[in-house]
């Protein structure tokens, strides 16, 4: 059994900070490339950024590209996701999602993540 939870959500302003978190339990984390997803009211869930399992390739979707990190600690079993200067379109569900898949690389596609947390809400006013 494999257990995502994400936490680090919540209710900020525009240009305001925040940094989610997503333990995973189960098998080695360490086994797992990691991505970030979002999905705001009546859209479609989208990528946010993901992370190989070694740390060494972190590709990010473009509107986040230069205010979002994506970083891991292996020894944690922990994916982080901070976010800088937050705006109000950055409002969504933010899902955290494992991959087993054994290439281990930093998907982009949903369909390659094997595992979802049951998210985290971020809303940002401006």
């Known amino acids: 059994q494999v257990l995502l939870v994400e936490s680090g959500g919540g209710a900020v302003q525009a240009g305001d900070s925040l940094r989610l978190s997503c333990i995973v339990s189960g098998r080695p984390f360490s086994t797992y490339a990691m991505g970030w997803f979002r999905q705001a009211p009546g859209k479609e869930r989208e990528f946010v950024a993901s992370i190989s399992r070694g740390g060494e390739v972190t590709p990010y979707a473009n509107p986040v590209k230069g205010w979002f990190t994506i970083s891991r600690d292996n020894a944690k079993n922990t994916v982080f996701l901070q976010m800088n200067s937050l705006k109000p379109e950055d409002t969504a569900v933010y899902y955290c999602?494992?991959?087993?898949?054994?290439?281990?690389?930093?998907?982009?596609?949903?369909?390659?993540?094997?595992?979802w947390g049951q998210g985290t809400q971020v809303t940002v006013s401006a």
């Open positions: 999602a494992a991959s087993g898949n054994p290439a281990g690389w930093a998907f982009l596609s949903s369909g390659a993540y094997n595992y």
